[in-house]
């Protein structure tokens, strides 16, 4: 089975208590895997990719876009894409990937974005959400920056998927919680704590609703076929295309 990102896509500078999810840290090795890696190579990226459909000429937020591989498979589909991110070393791989002539901003989510009012035909938050304990503020203002009719595609942790194995973890039952999650990543050699928010489905689709959402899509997609020959032990008790790991969601801007 495959590693699961929540047992296994913010900055707080402290004195006292560690630091979560300082990708600055991480840059180098999370972008190398990112690379190659089930999840995402051969399983949310193509995920997402098909959601988007033709994206030609259309313009695009990849909102957390880290070392930018999203970012590049959207530009060669002829995208005109902006992305950001709120880790600076994330961006300076961005940067090396798609040029200097890409238009990447350091911007958290938690915060207002520098954006008019629907500047974008798409926003795509590729696994960053659940980085985030509240949703209603980032919601509101990715819808802003949203043309009347664009869409917002989304990928998250699933949460049956942490629910299964926190409870194989002997772990209390918390499924109906919205509530923190920390994990420990090792990438490159550098060892972060991650913070993480789990909520339900329904606290989810009632934050898209209220930010003034529809709701299109609701998908739990297959992992690409020849992800089987190249994983084959982390496959091997896996019958059939699909294995819990990420949520994904389509949402036009009413």
């Not at 992305?83 to 040029?99: C, F, H, P, Q, T």
């Not at 609703?209 to 496959?235: C, D, H, M, Q, Y």
Request: net charge negative.
């Amino acid at each position: 089975m495959a590693r699961m990102p929540t047992i296994p896509e913010d900055h707080v500078e402290a004195a006292g208590p560690p630091a979560f999810n300082d990708y600055d840290r991480l840059a180098e090795g999370y972008a190398a895997e990112n690379e190659t890696s089930l999840l995402n190579a051969y399983y949310e990226r193509p995920a997402m990719l098909e959601l988007a459909g033709d994206v030609t000429g259309r313009r695009i937020l990849d909102a957390g876009c880290g070392s930018g591989p999203l970012f590049s498979a959207l530009r060669d589909r002829g995208a005109i894409v902006t992305g950001v991110d709120a880790s600076a070393g994330m961006l300076e791989m961005a940067r090396r990937r798609l040029g200097a002539d890409a238009d990447l901003r350091v911007v958290d989510l938690a915060s207002p974005l520098p954006f008019p009012d629907g500047a974008f035909d798409d926003v795509i938050a590729s696994l960053v959400l659940h980085y985030l304990e509240d949703w209603g503020p980032t919601l509101a203002e990715l819808r802003r920056v949203l043309k009347p009719g664009g869409r917002l595609l989304i990928s998250v942790h699933h949460p049956f998927g942490i629910t299964l194995f926190q409870h194989m973890a002997g772990e209390k039952f918390k499924y109906f919680e919205t509530c923190s999650r920390t994990d420990e990543w090792t990438r490159g050699g550098q060892t972060v704590q991650m913070r993480f928010w789990d909520r339900p489905l329904h606290a989810m689709t009632e934050a898209f609703t209220a930010a003034g959402f529809r709701i299109s899509v609701i998908s739990e997609p297959p992992f690409v076929p020849e992800a089987r020959e190249l994983f084959p032990e982390e496959l091997r008790e896996i019958t059939g295309p699909r294995f819990l790991s990420f949520l994904f969601f389509v949402l036009e801007a009413n």
